[in-house]
């Protein structure tokens, strides 16, 4: 059984709407830091590269991807802080 990303209630939402590639990764990044161990940071991008460039950043560095919701413009990504 799944978590339903609509249910995740975030540590910390970052808002990257606006913002072009590398830019919501670089808050993500930045922002993770701000979120304690288990913790779940929300980044909200409406650049559609991001939905490949968080993934991606969570598995090389060892966070966990919990899910993404589309929304209308834009996506909400969540990522648990495992380190």
Not at 11 to 16: E, F, P, R, S, Y
Not at 46 to 67: F, Q, R
Request: glycine share 10%.
């Amino acid at each position: 059984m799944g978590i339903d990303p609509s249910q995740i209630k975030p540590n910390k939402t970052v808002d990257a709407r606006g913002t072009s590639c590398p830019g919501p990764l670089l808050e993500a990044k930045r922002s993770i830091t701000q979120v304690p161990i288990d913790g779940i940071l929300e980044v909200l991008s409406s650049d559609p590269g991001t939905k490949k460039d968080i993934p991606a950043w969570a598995k090389k560095v060892g966070h966990e991807l919990l899910g993404m919701v589309d929304e209308s413009g834009y996506t909400r990504i969540f990522v648990r802080r495992k380190k």
